[in-house]
């Protein structure tokens, strides 16, 4: 058995930023991994085209992640939809990924509320390793209402509400069917 290391949050945002000095696509190939395990994720559940797919996106490198993977699904004929409950990017790379979405004509217009779209499944991109705190507001009621729905989720680096360090919940955490992690366990 080999044995794999386990990162801690801290340094994989540190690894992060140090790639982005010289990889500056770094997270072009990480929001295209994530449309690519959505679109296996539909397939082996075995959903078409016409799943309704809602991305849960934060103001983050993690939502920016997301709307990369957004316009992918969008260039391949998907129409999913986005929750932005934090508000959109507005700074870094994850601004710039949501300025080449809208400089490629995606239209961009967040939902209400989550699940306001019924979604077949939901892509969690809202904190990734960055949580330190209990979730609150219209967060924390969506991932109760995704505890009833039980509605099929995605989660981008570690599931919302989930201590990346420890594990720990952080008060109420998401529970994800799949996660797709970038550099490091």
């Avoid at 360090?165 to 952080?170: A, P, Q």
């Amino acid at each position: 058995m080999t044995l794999q290391p386990l990162w801690r949050g801290d340094s994989l945002r540190l690894l992060d930023e140090l790639a982005l000095v010289d990889l500056p696509w770094l997270m072009e190939i990480a929001g295209a991994a994530l449309a690519d395990a959505i679109l296996r994720e539909l397939g082996r559940r075995h959903m078409g085209s016409s799943a309704g797919v809602e991305l849960w996106i934060g103001p983050g490198n993690n939502g920016g992640d997301g709307l990369v993977a957004f316009r992918h699904l969008e260039e391949i004929g998907l129409s999913p939809s986005i929750w932005t409950p934090l508000g959109l990017p507005q700074s870094g790379d994850a601004a710039d990924a949501l300025n080449q979405l809208t400089a490629s004509g995606v239209a961009l217009t967040p939902i209400d509320s989550a699940f306001a779209s019924k979604p077949d499944l939901v892509v969690d991109c809202l904190f990734g390793t960055g949580l330190s705190r209990p979730l609150s507001g219209e967060i924390a009621e969506a991932v109760e209402q995704h505890a009833k729905l039980q509605t099929p989720l995605i989660a981008c680096d570690v599931p919302s509400g989930l201590c990346a360090d420890t594990g720990r919940v952080l008060g109420a955490a998401l529970r994800a069917d799949l996660t797709v992690t970038f550099g490091g366990l």
